[in-house]
């Protein structure tokens, strides 16, 4: 761990003052030794089980830096290191966006330095700081292009305000929790937790869930996601979509489950109803953007409801006394969480290819990209594969245990449990069909099709690094989702570890997934086999079937003499019936301007047609709040006007009031 | 005299009487066409400049006056789905490209008709600055159906032959 923080650090002193030419290589060699040594500590720590820790009084003033790395933040670690891993060889490759300079090249290794260590602090002081590093290095380089674009300023300016009343609220309630456990350890306040009083436990708790929260990107608190996320250099974009996504869901299971010992049902019950909107709305967004980035940033915010619902529902079993069911159910939303790291890592990568071989981002302007880029299309298709949950992928074998967790708690007798596992079933059943029609979009638009603009047509292959990077996290699909029993084990272990309990087998025979406490079976392998039998089939029997040779004509056009690639199906257009039934959340806006032509009007000179969907929570939450805001910061300027008069009497008044109140 | 015959006298009224030679290989295409289609025929209409005096009689083909569709005769919206096309009016430049186009669009082997004089010949429209040339410049025609504009009957009866049924 400690050869962790020094290759990060040396990376980052490297970035920062060797020269430009060597730079780049030395700070990458640098960081992608802490993330393996990052790895290597905790693939030892899952395997062998105890923790590996570091404690020193010098470095932070005060505080001192305690680092304790049990098998649930080794899990998180891992998943960092492998992302991180990939993101860094992908760096390798990717051009401007302004990673390369000075700054780039120094903050990026620190970031990834901070995410291989939070998971590992174990007291409040050394969490806040890393945390807070990690919060500003990945807001300088979210600003990496801001020269270029405007929108770059504003996502910053989003992101920073909530990133940092994130950091605010998490810091009252682990205060909160330090002050009445009296000790800033970790492990003193999961001693003491369990034993406060209730509402000490319950503010902490809420305060904790907004917090990280915000961090994770659930609604209400994701609005700075979509914006910061596409905005971001590539394997920034990657790695906040995963690593740091994920560092919100590690805070809310460390001081839900470990700190506290678990709570009342009404916790959970909060943190599934968070979940379930962020998967809804994260999937609703998702599936009418046309802005690839955006789309893949939507979607993240929908995987994080999806893990949420099912912590909450592990959270909510535990609160009933069906314990069990509380680990299969962290079992699955950590394994959603691990298998969401790597089909999200490899889409943002595939995509910031995509967008390096064309200077595009909306899919209305791109189309035919598999032909030009043979390589990043197809990984970008099985990673979307993947995130729909199709077999043979790993994203189906955590959906489905999500799944299994969920409908296994409708038996149960109790009230809460039998209301909110319906729901969840049918949030999963809705988000799995709007992302599945998201990445029919995504994949059908982008890169089938005809190239729909002149930069699309022109688009050639991306350095080997690159399409390497995303090609090792797309390959990963497809090995977890055919064994997923290769990484299950440590799952299961790191869920115990939170949760404090859980048989050691639960889940996982060899090529099967099975529950024990619960009814279910799943063979992916066979599964896949299956698939792979039954696809040669159906070709076979076509081959059989087909009669003389196959003819290749023109598309269909109603005898149009020229057909262009513009007359094709477009993202916009393929969305729009989405868009007309859920108008209400999506409050769409159309524009169409039509010009004359000045002799008749009954000719038309040209057409312009625009459709934006907006935020809901955006425009009816945060631009009311941003606006009365700025007009108290307005009508505050006011009382300080110039007058030294004035000035002198609030000094007069401030100094009676204090009088007053010391007195 | 019934009402009826009073009925196809005046409705004979401005035909050409004269019969144009049917197409030299018509008797093996129909037959083979009524083997192949089994009773259904699935046709695109492509208008190639008519003055839709054809278009009447084809729409009043398809009413419950003559109803086409007993015969397994019915028009197709998409010529990815039909077994042919049947062809109206003289073929004008702008419809030259898009009727060769249709044609490419069926999938073969595919039958055409051409409906009415206009189709065969250009008929009176024959030299007009407009137009390029009859159906059968254009593509194969299968059947050929005089008149103009032709009776449903006989377009039917043209129809039947194909369909088999």
């Known amino acids: 761990m400690v050869a962790t923080a020094l290759f990060g650090l040396a990376a980052a002193a490297v970035g920062a003052i060797a020269p430009p030419r060597a730079r780049v290589r030395l700070s990458v060699a640098l960081t992608l030794a802490a993330c393996a040594c990052g790895f290597a500590v905790a693939a030892d720590v899952l395997a062998k089980g105890g923790a590996a820790a570091v404690h020193t009084n010098q470095l932070l003033p005060l505080l001192g830096l305690s680092l304790r790395l049990d098998r649930l933040g080794a899990l998180f670690v891992a998943v960092s290191a492998g992302v991180g891993l990939c993101a860094i060889v992908f760096r390798l490759g990717y051009k401007g966006h302004g990673l390369s300079s000075r700054t780039g090249s120094c903050v990026l290794p620190l970031f990834v330095t901070t995410l291989l260590l939070v998971p590992a602090a174990s007291a409040v002081g050394t969490f806040m700081f890393l945390w807070e590093l990690m919060a500003v290095t990945s807001l300088v380089l979210v600003l990496a292009d801001h020269r270029a674009r405007d929108e770059v300023n504003r996502a910053g300016q989003w992101y920073a305000v909530m990133t940092q009343f994130g950091a605010a609220v998490l810091l009252l309630a682990l205060v909160l929790l330090a002050q009445r456990a009296g000790s800033q350890s970790f492990a003193v306040i999961a001693a003491h937790g369990p034993h406060l009083a209730p509402w000490v436990r319950s503010t902490a708790f809420v305060l904790a869930v907004v917090g990280f929260a915000s961090k994770a990107g659930a609604v209400p608190l994701h609005v700075w996601l979509p914006r910061a996320h596409p905005e971001a250099p590539g394997p920034v974009s990657a790695l906040m979509s995963t690593a740091m996504v994920n560092l919100g869901i590690y805070g809310i299971i460390r001081v839900g489950d470990t700190l506290l010992g678990g709570g009342p049902a009404w916790w959970w019950l909060l943190v599934m109803g968070v979940g379930g909107l962020s998967a809804l709305f994260g999937a609703l967004h998702s599936s009418t953007s046309t802005d690839l980035k955006r789309l893949l940033a939507y979607s993240t915010t929908d995987n994080v409801g999806l893990i949420l619902l099912g912590v909450g529902a592990s959270g909510l079993f535990a609160a009933t006394g069906h314990r069990p069911l509380a680990l299969v159910a962290l079992v699955a939303s950590l394994l959603h969480l691990v298998f969401h790291a790597v089909f999200k890592g490899s889409l943002f990568l595939s995509a910031s290819s995509l967008q390096q071989a064309t200077g595009l981002r909306n899919l209305d302007q791109l189309g035919g990209l598999i032909k030009r880029l043979p390589l990043s299309a197809p990984v970008f298709i099985v990673a979307g594969l993947a995130i729909c949950a199709l077999p043979p992928l790993c994203g189906f074998v955590s959906e489905w245990l999500l799944l299994q967790s969920l409908l296994h708690g409708l038996p149960s007798g109790d009230t809460a449990i039998e209301v909110a596992m319906p729901l969840g079933v049918a949030v999963l059943a809705l988000t799995g069909g709007l992302t599945a029609a998201t990445f029919v979009k995504a994949i059908g638009i982008g890169l089938l099709g005809q190239a729909r603009s002149d930069d699309a047509a022109r688009a050639s292959e991306v350095p080997a690094t690159m399409w390497g990077g995303a090609g090792l996290l797309a390959l990963l699909c497809v090995v977890f989702g055919v064994a997923p029993g290769l990484v299950l084990p440590a799952v299961v272990d790191a869920a115990r570890s939170g949760l404090g309990y859980g048989t050691a087998h639960p889940i996982a025979q060899g090529w099967s997934v099975g529950l024990t406490g619960v009814r279910g079976m799943l063979a992916p392998g066979l599964l896949a086999l299956g698939l792979v039998v039954a696809v040669l089939l159906v070709a076979g029997v076509r081959q059989l079937a087909q009669r003389g040779a196959v003819r290749r004509t023109e598309a269909w056009g109603c005898g149009r003499e020229v057909q262009t690639a513009r007359m094709q199906y477009t993202a916009t257009s393929f969305a729009e019936p989405l868009t007309r039934v859920f108008d209400d959340v999506l409050d769409p806006t159309h524009d169409l301007d039509v010009s004359h032509s000045a002799e008749s009007r009954y000719y038309v000179e040209s057409a312009a047609f625009h459709t934006t969907t907006h935020d809901a929570f955006e425009t009816r939450g945060y631009r009311p709040l941003a606006t009365t805001l700025a007009w108290w910061g307005r009508q505050a300027r006011r009382v300080p006007n110039g007058s030294v008069h004035r000035y002198l009497a609030f000094g007069l008044a401030a100094l009676v009031v204090v009088l007053v109140l010391v007195g | ?165």
């Open chain 2, 1 to 165: 005299m019934g009402k009826g015959t009073i009925r196809q006298i005046v409705r004979r009224l401005g035909q050409r009487p004269d019969h144009l030679d049917a197409p030299a290989n018509a008797e093996g295409a129909v037959s083979e066409a009524a083997r192949r289609n089994r009773g259904s025929l699935q046709l695109r209409h492509v208008d190639a400049g008519s003055c839709n005096g054809c278009e009447l009689e084809i729409a009043s083909c398809f009413s419950p006056t003559y109803d086409a569709e007993r015969f397994g005769i019915r028009l197709e919206a998409s010529p990815r789905h039909a077994d042919g096309l049947l062809v109206t009016g003289p073929v004008t430049h702008n419809m030259a490209d898009p009727l060769r186009k249709t044609y490419e669009a069926v999938p073969k082997p595919a039958v055409v008709v051409s409906v009415g004089d206009c189709a065969r010949d250009c008929g009176v429209f024959r030299g007009a600055y407009g137009v390029a040339g009859s159906v059968a410049d254009m593509v194969p025609v299968d059947v050929e159906i005089p008149g103009c504009p032709p009776e449903p009957e006989a377009i039917i009866a043209a129809l039947q032959n194909l369909s088999g049924r």
